[in-house]
């Protein structure tokens, strides 16, 4: 069934363009999704279907009505894939840099989740759906590493609360840029939907959740930090938002980074390299590691010690 929403623009939002509007008022929905409602009459104003730059008025009264999304088909594909450790229950897979977990808009090919249907022959869990089957946590396109599979309902249930209870183990090593001055630190500051710019994340406390950062210096370099995190939460971009807000952005970064990217890097500096859970059906603490991959220690190699 379609949703339906419905607003009355405040006196402060007046003279807001309607797409700017519904992006903030709409949770969840980046702005080209509110525009292609918009552009498809699923937006009016005062009973008025209207473009997407009008400009409100307090008192308009906004309808809107987000049709149901079509059914995407996500196919099995022939990729090789690391496997670290597999059983009937789940796997653990070591992910390359530049692979997307998951099916989402303008990756429907070619993603790790397309790979494990191949693999697994349909036998992966259905608790996310259609898009993310088997998914029970991600790393972003550009780092490296661990990933736990589910293979059945059981399996992923019983990975998720460990998640949720923070007893799931996760270990990443990354190269930051400057002298990270203490040896050992913890960041703990929430992590929500950046005001500025939807597509990123940022330190707020606008709808945000909490978010534990736990941070060691392994090795330190001119200009530049190796260090290990741990996670205590799992929020989207943690560790990279966390580094930043601290003024320490991991290498490579073109989100959180600084402008001048550091192009040979593709992307950040930063691999999932540990990961440990009890088995949801044997009850055995099981931990796996994972060595640097070849783009993390070639960029150490060009570094200087200090």
Avoid at 23 to 31: C, D, K, Q, S
Avoid at 194 to 220: C, E, G, P, Q, W
Avoid at 234 to 260: C, F, L, N, S, W
């Amino acid at each position: 069934m379609p949703e339906n929403y419905s607003f009355t623009v405040s006196e402060e939002n007046s003279g807001v363009r309607l797409d700017k509007y519904l992006v903030e008022a709409l949770e969840g929905f980046t702005r080209s999704a509110v525009q292609k409602i918009i552009d498809g009459g699923g937006a009016e104003v005062n009973g008025l279907a209207l473009s997407k730059n009008y400009k409100l008025r307090g008192g308009d009264k906004i309808t809107v009505t987000v049709p149901d999304a079509k059914p995407l088909e996500v196919l099995p594909e022939n990729i090789p894939l690391d496997i670290v450790y597999e059983d009937s229950d789940l796997l653990v897979v070591n992910k390359p840099k530049g692979m997307v977990v998951h099916p989402a808009s303008g990756n429907y090919e070619g993603t790790l989740v397309n790979a494990l249907m191949y693999h697994c022959k349909g036998s992966l869990s259905g608790i996310n759906g259609v898009i993310r089957p088997g998914i029970v946590h991600r790393i972003d396109k550009n780092t490296s590493g661990l990933l736990i599979v589910a293979k059945n309902d059981l399996a992923h249930l019983g990975l998720a609360s460990q998640i949720k209870d923070h007893s799931f183990t996760r270990a990443y090593e990354s190269v930051v840029y400057g002298n990270v001055k203490e040896e050992s630190g913890t960041v703990n500051e929430p992590i929500g939907r950046s005001v500025k710019d939807r597509k990123k994340m940022a330190v707020t406390l606008k709808n945000s959740k909490a978010a534990t950062t736990h941070y060691k210096v392994i090795k330190r370099y001119d200009g530049f930090t190796h260090i290990r995190c741990e996670l205590e939460t799992g929020r989207t971009h943690q560790i990279r938002v966390h580094m930043a807000y601290i003024g320490h952005p991991v290498a490579g970064d073109e989100v959180y980074g600084p402008k001048k990217v550091i192009k040979g890097l593709n992307g950040q500096c930063l691999h999932a390299k540990q990961i440990g859970f009890v088995h949801p059906r044997s009850g055995k603490y099981m931990e796996f590691e994972s060595e640097l991959p070849p783009y993390f220690t070639s960029f150490l190699n060009k570094l200087r010690e200090v």
